[in-house]
């Protein structure tokens, strides 16, 4: 067993060996090309690279790596190994002679070359004849290139510039050449060409005359010449990035005319001392100058105030060059290293954000008082020896400070905090006075603070300090003006908060604050709209805030504000209505008595934006309807149904036709939500299963039409499997509740309240009825019996609005039919069909909907399959769609009692697909289920549900029709019923307009419906 073991890891070892070597053999197979291999070899020959760097295995040049000498990189996505990055540093102690070039290469061959550097700081090529920028004619993919080869560039030659149209950044370091051809001119590049050596030639002539350049920034060299060097938009319509001039030669006049954004001066002392003149005729974009070097020059203009943007200036070098005026609103950043300067310049107050006097060995005396940093601001001053006197009491306002000169006084503010100062520098020159008390204050410590942004409370006081000690201080408390004014975090809902400003000095405050902050950094709210009823109703959120202050949203559309009064007290929220607002556009913010909070959000109001209905959503998508109020001017929605984007197609004031792809969809009820620039209009579309036919599962001979069953003579029920019960009698009543008696059976269906759902389906109002009054009974000509009914009392808010409720009952006594939402429902003898007719409702918010309950007793005994058997069940059939109810199925005793619920309703006079749910069943000894039917947001909503008594009877091939193998015994009944489809099905949308879900639960009124019904059983219908 060992030796088989031994010859197993043998045999792996040996496969592992064969797989290396063909991988290594692969590698191997990748070369240079014969003209690509010369060309490397030519620069390592010309540049004598160390011998190190083979010129005989080039295999080996994809490894080299060593930034401070020579580094390769190849590409091996082709065929071949090609050079991509070739860098070179040329070192005194690296030098290998390898005789002469190869004189047949006279272009290099890198096909895929995009970075090119060599760097020779001395003089060692092997053939100073050639120049190197003539060899890059044909290398057309480079990106960049810096080149600082002081002996061999001594010119750039046309063909080199020519057909490089990646070149985007060209570098040549110390040259010998004076002129620039039009061909580099015409580079859309960033160039540098200078040199800082007086060795070295300077640039006399910038291409040809009157011809512009595409450089977009440049360095450059500029030789002395007697006219003026005229920098303009003329020659330079394209150099809008930086410019910056080095010169190490005789002075220069320089006019500039750019719309530069950054100037840099590299200027060094010319033999006759003579001044650079400079200047500026165009700084609307002229942010910042530096200065580096130690040549006197002049500006022509001092005046900075004109340059709008400019706000920085670095001078290194012996200048005494200190502008007299600057822009009125940019905070300054003025650093001087070395400057000449003898006394303190004359800096205007309050415009000075970082001051910089560093190594200034000239500078001498105090610091003026009237020099005034900005509040926040950085001071540093070092090896400013001659630098004496009082640290001037403005610098208490200074974020951070860095003195080590040799001041004689300080501030009280840095006394107070001298030995907790953390990261700043405080003179060694001064010795605080040990019996020094510091003057630490509050102001109004007594006061209630607020906070304004629900997170911080801001306090103002004397000598605060920086803060810059953080295990001196309370965590979180940050300074808005140092020593003056500080942000002090708060907690949730606490009302008084404790902060150490010194733990070493003990400097100590309490603070009683309310928080009426609005907090909405870091959040994303969204807003959500609707104008309907005579009324605006804006949601907004998320965010945070307290509630325990009064908020409200202002609007404002360009012709006066609006206020949008919260009427909910949700922490993330606000929920408001407004009356109905003109069409345009609104800006929008929340306030309260303390603070405004932008929400940085905008919506186009439309009178009554809403949502009527949809046309037909089958699964294979294709172009869909929805029908609406969309505003005479709307702009382009984006609308989804449930995660699935339709394409819009189409769109007016009153449509928007969009588009779905086949399969995209599924059955279900999914949220339509359409988005009108940021206002969101939701509700719920059923999405209905194409089928190829009508699966009705009618029986008897019965057609299948619209997805309904139209018995034949003698025959009734939901797919005309049952007959009349002779002996059903409907029970007149004094409420709205449908009774048929069937022997000493009564089947009950009564209905017993209305409720109001928000959009978490949780109940903010509702009315029960224990009493009706009948206000009308007819008997039309078809034999039946109609009573309407109304409620007895009505209590506020039901009687101050405008509610009505009617309840209207029919009785059938013969088999009829009725129509209703444009379709036509066959009843059966002594039917009874129960109309109701909700108006006016006194909603909470458009955004809520109203649900009206009945109730029924069920029963839950074994089933017999006898047609005639005597056991009781209960069943609940759903529709297609798998969530709505269509059909109640109680069986007693051979009897069946039917409750027939339509998919639809009418809203506002339009058909609506509805929901019919159950809501509870009860644990009582006879069971009571409520059922609950979904209505929008409707102004006048109508149901229209039916009740009919059958007996089980056969159909044409003399099987029992009202029996089910599948129904086991004690158990609550769910089955599937027709399955719906076709092309005549009408899907519509559920609820007129639904928005964004909300936590809110701002309850009027939350009652427990508790209604008692009276059961009238024998004792054959008892549980045993």
Request: hydrophobic share 35%; glycine share 6%; with cysteine.
């Amino acid at each position: 067993m060992t030796s088989l073991s031994s010859f197993s890891f043998l045999l792996t070892i040996l496969f592992s060996i064969v797989i290396a070597i063909n991988f290594i053999a692969d590698v191997q197979l990748l070369e240079f090309e014969v003209e690509e291999e010369q060309s490397v070899i030519w620069l390592l020959d010309q540049y004598q690279a160390p011998v190190e760097v083979s010129r005989t295995n080039s295999s080996s040049w994809c490894t080299i790596n060593n930034s401070s000498l020579i580094t390769l990189n190849c590409d091996r996505s082709t065929n071949n190994l090609h050079i991509t990055y070739f860098s070179f540093y040329q070192k005194k102690d690296t030098f290998h002679l390898s005789g002469p070039l190869n004189s047949s290469l006279t272009s290099f061959y890198f096909p895929m070359m995009t970075d090119f550097v060599i760097m020779t700081s001395y003089r060692n090529v092997t053939n100073s004849s050639i120049n190197i920028l003539s060899m890059f004619g044909n290398v057309n993919s480079v990106k960049t290139m810096l080149i600082d080869d002081k002996y061999t560039v001594g010119s750039i030659p046309d063909e080199f510039a020519i057909n490089k149209p990646n070149l985007s950044s060209f570098s040549i370091v110390n040259y010998n050449f004076t002129t620039i051809p039009q061909s580099l001119m015409n580079l859309y590049a960033d160039v540098q060409i200078f040199t800082y050596s007086q060795t070295f030639g300077t640039i006399n002539k910038l291409g040809d005359d009157g011809v512009p350049s595409n450089w977009r920034a440049m360095t450059i060299s500029l030789a002395s010449q007697d006219a003026v060097w005229k920098l303009n938009t003329d020659k330079f319509p394209k150099l809008t990035g930086q410019l910056r001039l080095v010169s190490k030669n005789n002075p220069i006049n320089l006019e500039i005319d750019l719309p530069m954004d950054y100037i840099s001066l590299d200027l060094s002392a010319s033999t006759n001392q003579n001044p650079y003149n400079i200047t500026l005729k165009s700084c609307a974009k002229l942010n910042s100058i530096q200065l580096v070097g130690d040549s006197p020059f002049s500006f022509a203009s001092y005046d900075f105030s004109v340059c709008p943007l400019f706000d920085r200036i670095d001078a290194r070098g012996d200048y005494s060059f200190f502008p007299t005026k600057y822009p009125s609103n940019n905070p300054m950043y003025l650093s001087y290293a070395g400057s000449s300067f003898t006394t303190f310049p004359n800096i205007p107050p309050n415009i000075t954000n970082i001051l910089n006097f560093n190594t200034n060995q000239k500078l001498i005396g105090s610091i003026p008082s009237n020099f005034v940093p900005l509040d926040g601001s950085s001071i540093t001053m070092l090896q400013n020896p001659n630098v004496v006197g009082a640290i001037p009491n403005s610098f208490c306002r200074s974020g951070f400070l860095n003195l080590l000169d040799n001041f004689t006084s300080a501030p009280d503010c840095m006394l107070c905090y001298w030995n907790v100062k953390g990261n700043m520098g405080f003179p060694t020159s001064i010795t605080p006075d040990p019996s020094f008390v510091c003057p630490f204050s509050i102001q109004d410590s007594t006061k209630q603070y607020i906070s304004l942004d629900g997170e911080t409370i801001i306090v103002d006081g004397v000598n605060l300090g920086w803060a810059k000690n953080q295990s001196d201080i309370t965590p979180g408390i940050s300074p808005i003006i140092p020593n003056t004014k500080f942000s002090i975090p708060i907690q949730g809902n606490l009302t008084t908060k404790q902060v150490i400003f010194s733990q070493y000095y003990g400097y100590n405050a309490t603070f009683n604050y309310l928080n009426a902050g609005v907090n909405i950094r870091n959040l994303f709210p969204k807003i959500i709209f609707t104008s309907m009823y005579g009324a605006t109703n804006i949601t907004i959120g998320p965010f945070k805030f307290v509630p325990n202050v009064p908020l409200y949203v202002e609007l404002d559309g360009g012709a006066g504000t609006h206020r949008c009064y919260n009427n909910t007290f949700n922490p993330t929220m606000v929920d408001c209505v407004t009356p109905v607002l003109p069409s345009r556009l609104y800006s929008v913010k929340l306030k309260t008595d303390y603070t405004i909070a932008s929400v940085g959000l905008a919506f186009y109001s439309w009178d009554a934006p809403m949502i009527y209905g949809i046309s037909p959503v089958q699964d294979i998508g294709g172009n869909i309807t929805i029908f609406g109020r969309f505003g005479a001017t709307p702009l382009t929605p984006k609308v989804k149904i449930g995660q699935v984007n339709c394409s819009i197609q189409s769109i007016n004031s009153t449509f928007i036709i969009c588009y779905v792809e086949n399969g995209k969809l599924s059955p279900g009820i999914p949220r339509l939500s359409v988005d009108l620039n940021g206002g969101y209009i939701y509700s719920i579309v059923i999405v209905v299963q194409k089928t190829k036919e009508q699966i009705c599962n009618c029986q008897n001979g019965a057609s299948c039409v619209n997805q309904i069953c139209y018995c034949k003579s003698g025959f009734f029920g939901p797919t005309c499997s049952s007959v009349a019960s002779p002996s059903a009698e409907p029970l007149n009543s004094d409420t709205p509740n449908s009774q048929i008696k069937v022997g000493d059976t009564v089947y009950s269906f009564a209905l017993i309240g209305v409720e109001e759902l928000d959009m978490d389906g949780r109940v903010v109002k509702s009315m029960s009825i224990n009493k009706w009054n009948i206000t009308n009974s007819t008997i039309p000509s078809d034999g039946s019996t109609n009573y309407i009914y109304q409620p007895a009392t009505l209590e506020p808010p039901f009687n101050l609005t405008g509610f009505v409720l009617n309840a209207s009952l029919t009785y059938y006594p013969e088999a009829s039919s009725y129509e209703f939402a444009n379709q036509v429902y066959p009843l059966s003898p002594n039917s009874i069909k129960v109309a109701v007719r909700v108006d006016a409702w006194p909603y909470e918010t458009t955004l809520n909907t109203l649900r009206l309950l009945f109730v029924t007793p069920i029963v839950s005994q074994p089933y017999s399959n006898n047609c005639n058997g005597t056991d009781t069940d209960s069943t609940i059939v759903y529709g297609g769609d798998g969530a709505s109810i269509s059909n109640l199925q109680f069986h007693m005793h051979g009897t069946i009692f039917y409750g027939r619920f339509l998919p639809v309703a009418l809203s506002d006079g339009r058909v609506t697909t509805i929901v019919n749910r159950l809501v509870n069943i009860s644990s009582d000894q006879i069971p009571v289920a409520t059922i609950g039917i979904d209505l929008p947001n409707c102004r006048s909503c109508l149901v229209d549900p039916d009740f009919s008594t059958l007996i089980g009877g056969s159909n044409t091939n003399g099987e029992c029709t009202n029996t089910d193998d599948n129904i086991d015994s004690n158990t609550w009944k769910i089955i599937v019923g027709c399955v719906v489809g076709g092309a005549a099905v009408v899907a519509i949308v559920i609820g007129t307009l639904f928005y964004m879900r909300r936590k809110a639960n701002f309850k009027i009124m939350n009652h427990n419906v508790k209604m008692r019904l009276q059961r009238s059983f024998t004792s054959k219908s008892s549980r045993q």
